[in-house]
């Protein structure tokens, strides 16, 4: 507190000081009288008293006497408590107010609380003894400082001398101002100059200051004269600081005229800042000039203070644009850089992929359909990628337009968790919606915008939620002035920072831009949702935990909604070609190749060339499989993605080369922008291919590569086979249209007499066995549905014909699917008459199926003896379960491709 004091007033409050201490210095010698001590002597004055009196009447006995004049005593002495008379062997014989409870009887000396007096009855003979008790003089803590009168009088004489003192000084300093020691005529030269100027002691004392320098550190000039140069707030400001208020370390020996009186030639201004406030400062340059006497003793220093406040500022402006500038830049450069990995990824399937199928590389139906599933899912994904930029192009502009129409929100929310109940369902995740409250049934907005705000956060949400789910709240907000629409998509995911929630939805930008390619994406989509919301007459906000979860809020307009009615819907209430011939594969020498990418499409791709190339290889998907496969099994060369997950390309690379190995590594990497090149040499790479991947380009590279360590061997490679597939078979389903079989079917199917053979490929070991599985059984099968129909049980006959309707289907036999598809609606209508004679043509068929254990009957040998039937291992039934594991061991490759026939379905073995 002291160093914010003028000297006049420290000198004051010195001074008071010293009475201060003069006075309680006499009350400690007891030149001042005491009060407690004169309170005390009345009161054994009074006790001697009563003592006199109440002596004649012990002795005449008359207690009652004395009862009466203690009675008196205390009730005309407002001081006095209580009273009586103990007799020597300690009984209480008179007794006067609470005496009993008040008295404490361990005390053996009077105190300001209780006085006794002992009483004789004659001259050495002790009868009892007098007891009084009084208010306490002395009153506890602050109380008795404040009410002590030596205290109060002490403390009036302290600020009356403080004041008096100050207020001598004032006059006393008014007759020997410092000011005076300058002449007038060098006094108005120095209050006229522009810069402030100040003239101090050899104690860094000012003598003389202009107003041009008090106005700039906010004083007048009488408060700076005799103050201390050294204790205005000063802070040091370099040459190439960016922010004004960023307040260097300084230490008093860095201010110029320290170093100065210290002998420092200063040949240059220093920069130095002076706190006004807390938010207003001044910036100076400073300049000293050190004045001395004859025999070099210091006398004095002018010291000059140029105020470059608003030079500092502009500076400071121009190197914020400086940096706005930069960090455009970097954005645009990040912005290039990121696109162009965006791009070229699922570029690299479609290209790919492509060339795959013009070439005529692969011919397995459900390969191609799988390829195809592939190209139209990675155009889909540059098709969205494209449209957010769009979407960016017009908001940034200022050309985004949006309606206001009547519009059904929680439906919209429906439409988006059935959009993405796919990706949902494909990670084990579940979606939900939850209402939590009453919510306008419409509202008037733009459907088409809030869907693509919440298929933006919902589909963040999945894609950065690896278990638990995600929910979509609504609740309408009338805190405010107007009420606002809310969603809320809450997640269960990996949950967000606080630095990462700051810049979540600026473009471009990412939570963690360091987890490499591990969930991917552009960084619009917030933005865009941001954008959006905002457009909607809302706004969107974020609350987040890390490793918890995520919790985004939107809220949007809602018009007029004061006639709307209000609901609460649950979830179960949303409604929710050319033909090119280019040449094939080259056949490469047997190469050991080592692939590593985190794409599954990108190791597909890869692995279809190589397959057909004639290399064996082993996949990896990020960097650490890489090394640790590396470091177990020899490998002629490596292709190598750079950006992958746990561990990147540049990392594995370069571990690779620091345990000595010298094998080729092949940089396969989406990043094609100027320096990724160098990027992968310097990190160890001995190649560098871009993607989307160049068939010809990889092979000619390999070919080479093989060239360089000798290797000539060729793998034999056989062409596969080509797939029997049974053109035009239409898919067995349990719909009624496709149940049914017309007549002339029926007749083609029972006009031919040739074996009946399945469509699926026998070539594969696991599809012989799903078939010989089915035909062992099939003759029991259908025994165990002529039984059900001769004994008119029509729901057994229903379920046993449904049964082998399904599996027969999926075990590519579709004429006894057909036929067993009529038994079975025979058997829904009731109709057993018509059943029989089918289940007659049923048995037909079956002895003409088949298996992949038999050779296929002549035409003549079946018609002639019908009775044949194929060998058997069991000659029961299958059960439902039976005929259920078979269907669920072909549909394995249907849930790969829904769109295959069931007879085709099958020609990719299930994985």
Same mark, same amino acid.
């Given at each position: 507190?002291?160093?914010?004091?003028?000297?006049?007033?420290?000198?004051?409050?010195?001074?008071?000081?010293?009475?201060?201490?003069?006075?309680?210095? /006499?009350?400690?010698?007891? %030149?001042?009288?005491?009060?407690?001590?004169?309170?005390?002597?009345?009161?054994?004055?009074?006790?001697?008293?009563?003592?006199?009196?109440?002596?004649?009447?012990?002795?005449?006995?008359?207690?009652?006497?004395?009862?009466?004049? !203690?009675?008196?005593?205390?009730?005309?002495?407002?001081?006095?408590?209580?009273?009586?008379?103990?007799?020597?062997?300690?009984?209480?014989?008179?007794?006067?107010?609470?005496?009993?409870?008040?008295?404490?009887?361990?005390?053996?000396?009077?105190?300001?609380?209780?006085?006794?007096?002992?009483?004789?009855?004659?001259?050495?003979?002790?009868?009892?003894?007098?007891?009084?008790?009084?208010?306490?003089?002395?009153?506890?803590?602050?109380?008795?400082?404040?009410?002590?009168?030596?205290?109060?009088?002490?403390?009036?004489?302290?600020?009356?001398?403080?004041?008096?003192?100050?207020?001598?000084?004032?006059?006393?300093?008014?007759?020997?101002?410092?000011?005076?020691?300058?002449?007038?005529?060098?006094?108005?030269?120095?209050?006229?100059?522009?810069?402030?100027?100040?003239?101090?002691?050899?104690?860094?004392?000012?003598?003389?200051?202009?107003?041009?320098?008090?106005?700039?550190?906010?004083?007048?000039?009488? $408060?700076?004269?005799?103050?201390?140069?050294?204790?205005?707030?000063?802070?040091?400001?370099?040459?190439?600081?960016?922010?004004?208020?960023?307040?260097? #370390?300084?230490?008093?020996?860095?201010?110029?005229?320290?170093?100065?009186?210290?002998?420092?030639?200063?040949?240059?201004?220093? *920069? !130095?800042?002076?706190?006004?406030?807390?938010?207003?400062?001044?910036?100076?340059?400073?300049?000293?000039?050190?004045?001395?006497?004859?025999?070099?003793?210091?006398?004095?220093?002018?010291?000059?203070?140029?105020?470059?406040?608003?030079?500092?500022?502009?500076?400071?402006?121009?190197?914020?644009?400086? $940096?706005?500038? $930069?960090?455009?830049?970097?954005?645009?450069?990040?912005?290039?850089?990121?696109?162009? +990995?965006?791009?070229?990824?699922?570029?690299?399937?479609? !290209?790919?992929?492509?060339?795959?199928?013009?070439?005529? @590389?692969?011919?397995?139906?459900?390969?191609?359909?799988?390829?195809?599933?592939?190209?139209?899912?990675?155009?889909?994904?540059?098709?969205?990628?494209?449209?957010?930029?769009?979407?960016?192009?017009?908001? $940034?502009?200022?050309?985004?337009?949006?309606?206001?129409?009547?519009?059904?929100?929680?439906?919209?929310?429906?439409?988006?968790?059935?959009?993405?109940?796919?990706?949902?369902?494909?990670?084990?995740?579940?979606?939900?919606?939850?209402?939590?409250?009453?919510?306008?049934?419409?509202?008037?907005?733009?459907?088409?915008?809030?869907?693509?705000?919440? !298929?933006?956060?919902?589909?963040?949400? @999945?894609?950065? =939620?690896?278990?638990?789910?995600?929910?979509?709240?609504?609740?309408?907000?009338? =805190?405010?002035?107007?009420?606002?629409?809310?969603?809320?998509?809450?997640?269960?995911?990996?949950?967000?920072?606080?630095?990462?929630?700051?810049?979540?939805?600026?473009?471009?930008?990412?939570?963690?831009?360091? =987890?490499?390619?591990?969930?991917?994406?552009?960084?619009?989509?917030?933005? %865009?949702?941001?954008?959006?919301? #905002?457009?909607?007459?809302?706004?969107?906000? &974020?609350?987040?935990?890390?490793?918890?979860?995520?919790?985004?809020?939107?809220?949007?307009?809602?018009?007029? %909604?004061?006639?709307?009615?209000?609901?609460?819907?649950?979830?179960?209430?949303?409604?929710?070609? +050319?033909?090119?011939?280019?040449?094939?594969? #080259?056949?490469?020498?047997?190469?050991?190749?080592?692939?590593?990418?985190?794409?599954?499409?990108?190791?597909?791709?890869?692995? &279809?060339?190589?397959?057909?190339?004639?290399?064996?290889?082993?996949?990896?998907?990020?960097?650490?499989?890489?090394?640790?496969?590396?470091?177990?099994?020899?490998?002629?060369?490596?292709?190598?993605?750079?950006?992958?997950?746990?561990?990147?390309?540049?990392?594995?690379?370069?571990?690779?080369?620091?345990?000595?190995?010298?094998?080729?590594?092949?940089?396969?990497?989406? +990043?094609?922008?100027?320096?990724?090149?160098?990027?992968?040499?310097?990190?160890?790479?001995?190649?560098?291919?871009?993607?989307? @991947?160049?068939?010809?380009?990889?092979?000619?590279?390999?070919?080479?590569?093989?060239?360089?360590?000798?290797?000539?061997?060729?793998?034999?490679?056989?062409?596969?086979?080509?797939?029997?597939?049974?053109?035009?078979?239409?898919?067995?389903?349990?719909?009624?249209?496709?149940?049914?079989?017309?007549?002339?079917?029926?007749?083609?199917?029972?006009?031919?007499?040739?074996?009946?053979?399945?469509?699926?490929?026998?070539?594969?070991?696991?599809?012989?066995?799903?078939?010989?599985?089915?035909?062992?059984?099939?003759?029991?099968?259908?025994?165990?549905? #002529?039984?059900?129909?001769?004994?008119?049980?029509?729901?057994?006959?229903?379920?046993?014909?449904?049964?082998?309707?399904?599996?027969?289907?999926?075990?590519?036999?579709?004429? *006894?699917?057909?036929?067993?598809?009529?038994?079975?609606?025979?058997?829904?209508?009731?109709?057993?008459?018509?059943?029989?004679?089918?289940?007659?043509?049923?048995? =037909?068929?079956?002895?003409?199926? &088949?298996?992949?254990?038999?050779?296929?009957?002549?035409?003549?040998?079946?018609?002639?003896?019908?009775?044949?039937?194929?060998?058997?291992?069991?000659?029961? /039934?299958?059960?439902?379960?039976?005929?259920?594991?078979?269907?669920?061991?072909?549909?394995?490759?249907?849930?790969?491709?829904?769109?295959?026939?069931?007879?085709?379905?099958?020609?990719?073995?299930?994985?």
């Amino acid at each position: 507190m002291l160093p914010k004091l003028s000297t006049r007033a420290r000198l004051s409050f010195g001074l008071s000081m010293i009475v201060v201490s003069v006075m309680l210095m /006499a009350l400690a010698i007891g %030149i001042l009288p005491d009060h407690q001590m004169t309170v005390m002597k009345g009161r054994c004055a009074l006790s001697e008293s009563l003592a006199l009196q109440t002596r004649p009447l012990i002795l005449q006995r008359e207690l009652q006497q004395m009862q009466r004049l !203690l009675e008196a005593i205390t009730n005309r002495n407002d001081d006095v408590l209580s009273a009586g008379l103990r007799r020597s062997d300690g009984e209480l014989v008179v007794s006067v107010g609470e005496h009993q409870q008040l008295w404490n009887r361990n005390l053996t000396q009077n105190d300001d609380r209780q006085v006794y007096v002992p009483l004789h009855t004659g001259q050495d003979e002790q009868w009892g003894q007098l007891e009084l008790t009084f208010q306490p003089v002395r009153q506890a803590g602050i109380a008795a400082l404040v009410s002590h009168p030596h205290y109060q009088l002490v403390a009036v004489v302290g600020v009356l001398s403080c004041l008096l003192f100050n207020g001598y000084l004032w006059l006393m300093l008014r007759q020997v101002d410092a000011k005076n020691v300058a002449p007038e005529r060098v006094r108005e030269a120095y209050s006229k100059m522009a810069d402030g100027v100040l003239l101090v002691n050899k104690d860094q004392r000012i003598i003389l200051a202009n107003e041009s320098f008090a106005g700039s550190v906010g004083r007048s000039v009488d $408060e700076l004269i005799g103050k201390r140069l050294n204790q205005l707030p000063w802070f040091l400001v370099h040459e190439n600081e960016d922010s004004l208020d960023l307040e260097a #370390e300084l230490d008093e020996q860095q201010l110029p005229w320290v170093r100065a009186i210290a002998g420092e030639e200063i040949n240059q201004s220093i *920069v !130095l800042g002076c706190r006004i406030s807390d938010h207003i400062q001044s910036i100076f340059t400073v300049g000293c000039s050190v004045f001395r006497d004859e025999g070099d003793q210091l006398r004095g220093m002018l010291i000059s203070f140029s105020n470059v406040t608003e030079l500092e500022q502009t500076k400071r402006e121009l190197s914020l644009a400086k $940096e706005h500038a $930069e960090s455009a830049n970097q954005a645009k450069s990040s912005f290039l850089a990121n696109m162009s +990995h965006e791009i070229r990824t699922p570029m690299n399937a479609v !290209l790919g992929f492509t060339d795959i199928l013009r070439r005529g @590389i692969e011919s397995e139906p459900t390969k191609q359909q799988k390829y195809l599933n592939t190209i139209h899912a990675s155009g889909s994904h540059l098709l969205s990628l494209i449209n957010d930029i769009l979407d960016l192009s017009k908001v $940034e502009a200022g050309r985004m337009e949006v309606e206001s129409i009547e519009c059904h929100p929680h439906t919209i929310v429906g439409d988006v968790l059935q959009v993405l109940s796919a990706p949902a369902k494909k990670k084990n995740l579940k979606l939900g919606f939850e209402c939590l409250g009453p919510i306008p049934a419409t509202i008037h907005s733009d459907p088409s915008r809030i869907r693509q705000v919440l !298929l933006n956060l919902t589909g963040n949400a @999945i894609k950065f =939620t690896s278990e638990g789910g995600v929910t979509i709240q609504v609740q309408l907000d009338e =805190t405010g002035p107007h009420p606002l629409y809310e969603f809320r998509v809450k997640d269960t995911g990996i949950g967000l920072s606080d630095s990462a929630m700051q810049k979540i939805f600026d473009p471009f930008s990412q939570a963690d831009s360091s =987890t490499t390619r591990k969930f991917g994406g552009t960084g619009l989509g917030l933005s %865009i949702s941001k954008r959006f919301s #905002e457009a909607l007459g809302g706004d969107i906000r &974020v609350e987040s935990e890390i490793g918890v979860g995520s919790t985004f809020i939107v809220r949007v307009a809602v018009g007029d %909604i004061q006639s709307v009615d209000r609901i609460e819907p649950t979830l179960d209430d949303l409604d929710m070609n +050319h033909d090119h011939a280019d040449a094939g594969i #080259e056949h490469l020498p047997a190469l050991n190749l080592l692939v590593v990418d985190d794409g599954e499409e990108n190791r597909d791709l890869i692995s &279809v060339i190589l397959e057909q190339a004639g290399v064996d290889f082993v996949t990896a998907v990020n960097g650490q499989e890489a090394v640790d496969l590396a470091s177990q099994q020899s490998f002629d060369a490596i292709l190598m993605d750079m950006q992958m997950p746990v561990m990147d390309g540049y990392t594995a690379a370069s571990t690779l080369r620091k345990a000595g190995m010298t094998l080729p590594i092949v940089a396969l990497t989406a +990043h094609a922008m100027q320096g990724d090149a160098d990027k992968c040499f310097e990190a160890g790479c001995s190649h560098f291919l871009t993607k989307p @991947i160049d068939i010809d380009r990889l092979l000619g590279l390999l070919s080479e590569i093989a060239a360089e360590l000798g290797i000539t061997r060729r793998k034999e490679i056989v062409p596969p086979a080509e797939p029997a597939v049974a053109q035009g078979t239409p898919v067995a389903t349990d719909s009624e249209s496709q149940v049914q079989t017309k007549a002339a079917d029926h007749n083609d199917i029972m006009a031919s007499t040739g074996p009946i053979e399945t469509t699926l490929p026998m070539a594969n070991p696991k599809f012989q066995g799903i078939v010989r599985k089915f035909t062992d059984r099939l003759n029991a099968s259908v025994d165990a549905i #002529e039984q059900a129909c001769r004994g008119q049980d029509a729901e057994s006959l229903r379920s046993l014909a449904h049964g082998l309707k399904g599996t027969s289907a999926n075990c590519g036999f579709m004429p *006894v699917s057909k036929v067993v598809a009529q038994v079975e609606q025979c058997a829904k209508d009731s109709d057993i008459e018509s059943a029989e004679s089918l289940i007659r043509d049923l048995k =037909t068929l079956a002895s003409r199926v &088949v298996g992949p254990d038999a050779p296929a009957p002549e035409a003549s040998s079946v018609k002639a003896t019908p009775a044949r039937k194929t060998p058997t291992r069991s000659r029961r /039934a299958m059960t439902e379960e039976e005929m259920m594991s078979l269907d669920l061991s072909l549909d394995v490759t249907k849930r790969k491709n829904p769109a295959i026939d069931p007879a085709d379905a099958a020609e990719t073995p299930p994985r």
